[in-house]
């Protein structure tokens, strides 16, 4: 690019948009309509993709011990679970707890469980947390092995039902952002293309006079990217109102959905989709002007 | 020698052979017509001339280097020796005369303080002081054509090529136009162009290439002819 030039590109860049105000308008709401479904898709895919992750984090071992163990031989199989590949964190739960927690499920006056069934049935056990969730059935079986523990209990059955689901849930939001962004590219570059075609005689012009090919492309690329810019900023300011209110009001709705709510994490976002914005209006400038290069 | 064509033969995507075995030379300062019915090949030849097509087959020289070899990064610098009129004009509207004329020197990377100067040369040249700030719209054919030919030689081309530029107007502002591409060719520049108008061609006494279904049927001089 000749520098001398730079400020001729701004200024044909700036004309052309306030003179063809109604179609870069146009271009602009397109932009800002592509850019606010693709980061509702990135924010649907984040919750998503953090709420299975919770989920998966939720699983757990727990290992139940024979009531006959002696505390040094409880120490001794603590030892063992420890040493296990792939177990992270382990916590003691004595019958006592386990009777406890079994307690508060009920209501106190309507039931003491002590009472009721006169001795504590429930054994000591061990919760086990993987350090990989899907690795669980692996850590459970080698937990299974340790003398001392009679039974293990991970949710067999249902665990791996919900892999396939948070699988799925990953993938298909994959699957979904790429093909908004495809649509995306596609739109803006039919609506630039638009633009540029009421531009042809010049275009056309400019190359017999010989203009170089970027010559002839930077007003159009500085044009599509603060059209890119602007629909961009548009898009972020619903966005983030739209997310913040949702935070702010939802959270109790939909306390079991834990939305993502870190503001460094929400900034990187929106400049992410800023950035997309640019993108966005050079890839679709690229696409549709070098047709009416070709001269 | 400026332009040699070497057995040009151009045939479209759909078949029309628009040229067929094309060969001619143009001496610098030379004013040539280009005639010949609709369809004869005129329209091929010229462009060809600013590299808007290739030939299929055959060679074409300017200024002694290939245009069909070229890169496609050197057209723009074949083109700025040449200065292009057409029969519509092909003005920017929205731009006034000043405008339409430092916009192709501009194009081409020239000063601000040169593009000022020339483009006030180029104007008093074609006649049209004192309209540099009226746009194409409030003018008359005649004077848009004017505009036309001062953009085309305001960046000094060795070659003007002219494709019908008085095909739009009348017998009078013909005249008129034909004048002033005469005076620029007394100037030096070389001027090819293409014309129905039998009338003006007589009048100019200068080589006429006849050119019919592609093929060059006479090149001589309008003396000779008659």
């Given at each position: 690019m000749n520098f001398k030039n730079i400020g001729y590109f701004f200024k044909e860049a700036l004309i052309s948009l306030s003179r063809n105000r109604v179609l870069s308008l146009a271009t602009i709401t397109t932009m800002a309509v592509c850019i606010l479904f693709l980061g509702v898709a990135v924010l649907l895919t984040v919750n998503a993709g953090n709420f299975m992750n919770q989920l998966e984090s939720d699983i757990q071992i727990i290992a139940y011990l024979d009531d006959s163990l002696t505390k040094p031989q409880l120490g001794e199989v603590e030892a063992n679970i420890k040493a296990?590949?792939?177990?992270q964190e382990v916590t003691f739960v004595s019958k006592d707890e386990a009777l406890q927690r079994l307690q508060s499920k009920f209501s106190e006056e309507d039931y003491d469980l002590q009472q009721t069934l006169g001795k504590n049935p429930l054994p000591n056990s061990y919760e086990v947390k993987a350090v990989?969730?899907?690795e669980v059935a692996q850590v459970a079986q080698l937990i299974g092995e340790i003398p001392g523990v009679y039974k293990v209990n991970y949710g067999q059955g249902v665990v791996e039902k919900l892999f396939q689901v948070t699988k799925w849930v990953r993938i298909l939001s994959m699957v979904f952002m790429i093909i908004l962004a495809l649509g995306a590219i596609f739109l803006i570059a039919t609506t630039i293309r638009l633009a540029i075609f009421a531009r042809r005689k010049e275009i056309y012009l400019m190359k017999l006079i010989g203009a170089t090919d970027w010559f002839v492309r930077w007003p159009f690329f500085i044009e599509g990217i603060l059209m890119g810019v602007a629909g961009a900023l548009v898009a972020i300011g619903l966005l983030a109102g739209g997310y913040t209110s949702l935070i702010n009001n939802a959270q109790t709705a939909l306390f079991f959905v834990p939305l993502v709510s870190q503001q460094s994490f929400l900034l990187q976002v929106y400049l992410s989709l800023a950035a997309a914005g640019v993108l966005l209006g050079t890839v679709g400038t690229y696409i549709s002007l070098n047709r009416f290069l070709n001269v | 020698m400026l332009v040699q064509f070497y057995n040009v033969t151009k045939v479209y995507?759909?078949?029309?052979?628009?040229?067929?075995d094309v060969s001619l030379k143009i001496d610098r300062g030379e004013f040539i017509f280009l005639m010949g019915?609709?369809?004869?090949g005129k329209s091929t030849f010229i462009k060809m001339l600013f590299r808007e097509e290739v030939p299929t087959q055959g060679q074409i020289f300017i200024s002694s280097r290939s245009i069909v070899r070229m890169k496609r990064s050197e057209v723009p610098h074949l083109r700025r020796s040449m200065g292009v009129v057409f029969q519509d004009f092909k003005l920017l509207e929205n731009k006034t005369v000043a405008e339409n004329i430092a916009f192709a020197m501009k194009v081409v990377g020239a000063g601000n303080r040169e593009i000022a100067a020339r483009t006030s040369d180029v104007i008093n040249l074609v006649g049209l002081k004192g309209k540099e700030n009226s746009f194409p719209g409030q003018l008359s054919g005649g004077e848009q054509q004017r505009v036309g030919i001062a953009r085309a030689i305001a960046n000094r081309p060795l070659l003007l090529i002219a494709d019908e530029p008085s095909g739009n107007l009348d017998m009078a502002t013909a005249d008129e136009i034909m004048e002033l591409l005469y005076n620029i060719n007394r100037k030096g520049t070389t001027v090819v162009m293409a014309t129905h108008a039998r009338e003006l061609v007589k009048k100019g006494g200068k080589r006429i290439i006849t050119l019919e279904a592609g093929r060059v049927v006479s090149d001589m001089c309008a003396l000779e002819q008659q």
């Amino acid at each position: 690019m000749n520098f001398k030039n730079i400020g001729y590109f701004f200024k044909e860049a700036l004309i052309s948009l306030s003179r063809n105000r109604v179609l870069s308008l146009a271009t602009i709401t397109t932009m800002a309509v592509c850019i606010l479904f693709l980061g509702v898709a990135v924010l649907l895919t984040v919750n998503a993709g953090n709420f299975m992750n919770q989920l998966e984090s939720d699983i757990q071992i727990i290992a139940y011990l024979d009531d006959s163990l002696t505390k040094p031989q409880l120490g001794e199989v603590e030892a063992n679970i420890k040493a296990t590949a792939g177990v992270q964190e382990v916590t003691f739960v004595s019958k006592d707890e386990a009777l406890q927690r079994l307690q508060s499920k009920f209501s106190e006056e309507d039931y003491d469980l002590q009472q009721t069934l006169g001795k504590n049935p429930l054994p000591n056990s061990y919760e086990v947390k993987a350090v990989n969730p899907q690795e669980v059935a692996q850590v459970a079986q080698l937990i299974g092995e340790i003398p001392g523990v009679y039974k293990v209990n991970y949710g067999q059955g249902v665990v791996e039902k919900l892999f396939q689901v948070t699988k799925w849930v990953r993938i298909l939001s994959m699957v979904f952002m790429i093909i908004l962004a495809l649509g995306a590219i596609f739109l803006i570059a039919t609506t630039i293309r638009l633009a540029i075609f009421a531009r042809r005689k010049e275009i056309y012009l400019m190359k017999l006079i010989g203009a170089t090919d970027w010559f002839v492309r930077w007003p159009f690329f500085i044009e599509g990217i603060l059209m890119g810019v602007a629909g961009a900023l548009v898009a972020i300011g619903l966005l983030a109102g739209g997310y913040t209110s949702l935070i702010n009001n939802a959270q109790t709705a939909l306390f079991f959905v834990p939305l993502v709510s870190q503001q460094s994490f929400l900034l990187q976002v929106y400049l992410s989709l800023a950035a997309a914005g640019v993108l966005l209006g050079t890839v679709g400038t690229y696409i549709s002007l070098n047709r009416f290069l070709n001269v | 020698m400026l332009v040699q064509f070497y057995n040009v033969t151009k045939v479209y995507r759909n078949g029309v052979k628009a040229l067929n075995d094309v060969s001619l030379k143009i001496d610098r300062g030379e004013f040539i017509f280009l005639m010949g019915p609709s369809g004869a090949g005129k329209s091929t030849f010229i462009k060809m001339l600013f590299r808007e097509e290739v030939p299929t087959q055959g060679q074409i020289f300017i200024s002694s280097r290939s245009i069909v070899r070229m890169k496609r990064s050197e057209v723009p610098h074949l083109r700025r020796s040449m200065g292009v009129v057409f029969q519509d004009f092909k003005l920017l509207e929205n731009k006034t005369v000043a405008e339409n004329i430092a916009f192709a020197m501009k194009v081409v990377g020239a000063g601000n303080r040169e593009i000022a100067a020339r483009t006030s040369d180029v104007i008093n040249l074609v006649g049209l002081k004192g309209k540099e700030n009226s746009f194409p719209g409030q003018l008359s054919g005649g004077e848009q054509q004017r505009v036309g030919i001062a953009r085309a030689i305001a960046n000094r081309p060795l070659l003007l090529i002219a494709d019908e530029p008085s095909g739009n107007l009348d017998m009078a502002t013909a005249d008129e136009i034909m004048e002033l591409l005469y005076n620029i060719n007394r100037k030096g520049t070389t001027v090819v162009m293409a014309t129905h108008a039998r009338e003006l061609v007589k009048k100019g006494g200068k080589r006429i290439i006849t050119l019919e279904a592609g093929r060059v049927v006479s090149d001589m001089c309008a003396l000779e002819q008659q």
